[in-house]
């Protein structure tokens, strides 16, 4: 082997590690900020809980926004966004509200609510942050589009409903993850719940609607 391609596998090496040792240190954290129900992260804290230094800590994540932007970005990664593009294709709004909701109560009852965290903490959600957090709102925005379609609701209405919907899935997420609730029911329940109550809404829109004829 020449020197040459030794040291560039000495560089993967070095770079495996490095990385390695970076997703340790966000399991850790992930664990931390979901007990204290949020950030900011004590970096004490975190090196204690990981058994490394305090200068590692900063060495990885010098900020709490760097740290938050990581555990964001390694959140979203657990996301199955082929599943959740055709659960958005669904041609019923009710079955595509159903498996939409399916989707984020798994990575709730699996990992906790840190996403729900990581996307409403101001510290997070600016600068990159502020930007992967569009990107991944922009991929809900077909079903925000059905929404808007099926209750002809303008969009940032239709944002209000999507995000009182998705607290379904949330809670009964929450339930599972922390070993109060059978998985498979709370997942029949969210589901019926989500689906059950973009109905009700759609029936009252209609209501409405011909109310409003009847006044006419």
């Known amino acids: 082997m020449s020197e040459g391609a030794g040291a560039g596998c000495g560089t993967r090496a070095t770079r495996a590690t490095r990385d390695e ?6 399991v850790h954290a992930a664990a931390l900020v979901l007990e204290q129900g949020g950030l900011p992260l004590s970096f004490d804290r975190l090196a204690k809980a990981a058994g490394v230094s305090k200068a590692l800590i900063y060495h990885h994540f010098p900020t709490q926004g760097a740290l938050g932007l990581a555990l964001l970005a390694d959140e979203l990664e657990t996301i199955d ?3 959740l593009a055709a659960a958005l294709a669904h041609p019923d709004a009710g ?3 159903r498996a939409c909701a399916a989707i ?4 709730v009852a699996t990992r906790g609510p840190l996403l729900h965290l990581l996307l409403t903490d101001p510290v997070v959600v600016q600068g990159a942050g502020q930007a992967i957090a569009v990107r991944a709102a922009f991929r809900l925005r077909a079903f925000t589009r059905r929404i808007v379609g099926t209750l002809r609701l303008s969009p940032r209405e239709a944002n209000v409903v999507l995000h009182l919907l998705m607290t379904y899935p949330e809670e009964a997420g929450r339930k599972v993850f922390r070993g ?3 998985r498979a029911l709370a997942r029949a329940l969210c589901g019926d719940a989500v689906a059950g109550g973009l109905a009700a809404l759609s ?3 209609d209501d409405d609607a011909m109310l409003g004829a009847e006044l006419l």
């Open 104 to 107: 984020y109560f798994d990575v």
């Open 21 to 26: 040792r970076q997703a340790d240190l966000l």
């Open 81 to 83: 966004w082929p599943a």
């Open 180 to 182: 109060e609730a059978n």
């Open 203 to 205: 029936g009252a829109r």
């Open 95 to 97: 079955g595509a509200a």
